[in-house]
């Protein structure tokens, strides 16, 4: 029997982070494009300043992930608050005998 989607969740089998944009053949080539740009950028400055570089995209990383995790929630509210208001309606859907 499959399990039901409440189940993957609550078991932590369900995380968007791993699976947003896996496919998307532009976030991809971008992401590689940065890191290839990065290794040039490093390739041409002394050690000192390499390390400045890899914390601040760290921290852009950071960033991005925050900035992520907030998206998703907001869009999970968003989408449950439109669910309810569909679900508030659905009397509407349903002919009343007397008519």
Avoid: W
Avoid at 87 to 98: H, P, Y
Wanted: proline residues 2%.
């Amino acid at each position: 029997m499959d399990k039901s989607l409440l189940h993957h969740l609550f078991e932590g089998e369900i995380n968007p982070s791993e699976i947003i944009g896996i496919h998307n053949d532009e976030l991809l080539q971008a992401n590689e494009l940065r890191g290839n740009e990065t290794m040039a950028l490093f390739k041409k400055l002394p050690n000192i300043t390499r390390a400045d570089i890899e914390r601040m995209e760290e921290l852009a990383d950071k960033a991005q992930g925050i900035y992520s995790r907030e998206c998703f929630i907001y869009g999970f509210k968003l989408g449950a608050l439109l669910i309810m208001e569909v679900l508030a309606g659905k009397d509407d859907l349903v002919r009343k005998k007397s008519e």
